[in-house]
């Protein structure tokens, strides 16, 4: 017989949010927090990186395509896609480009400026 364990010891599935605007970082955190998540963060796709290395309970990865250093956050969908294929991923964007074929398989590309509801029904389609 298991000892069944008290609600609060569950842990939510995590998101790793990558953004590099500190204040939109933020704003999507807790977004994804109040919609039942564990929200990881990362300015960039080499923190994005590390922390993928570090935490092996993420679940989805929530990134900007448009952003400095090494990698986009399309290229980073790549990369996380190849080495961590069972991640889900959502890919956002001011500039609306045409993500036709471009994003990976399961893949889900929101325009920016999102909605609570479109943020959170794709987390929850990616994690379930």
Not at 13 to 38: K, N, S
């Amino acid at each position: 017989m298991s000892a069944l364990l008290p609600s609060s010891s569950i842990i939510p599935p995590a998101v790793l949010i990558v953004e590099d605007q500190a204040l939109l970082r933020f704003l999507a955190a807790d977004m994804v927090e109040e919609a039942g998540f564990t929200a990881l963060v990362a300015e960039d796709a080499t923190q994005a990186i590390m922390m993928m290395e570090r935490h092996p309970g993420i679940r989805t990865v929530f990134s900007d395509i448009d952003m400095p250093g090494a990698m986009n956050g399309l290229e980073l969908a790549r990369y996380i896609s190849r080495f961590w294929p069972p991640v889900g991923i959502v890919l956002t964007s001011g500039m609306c480009p045409d993500m036709k074929g471009a994003l990976p398989p399961g893949g889900i590309f929101l325009p920016k400026p999102y909605l609570f509801h479109e943020v959170t029904a794709a987390l929850h389609r990616l994690v379930h």
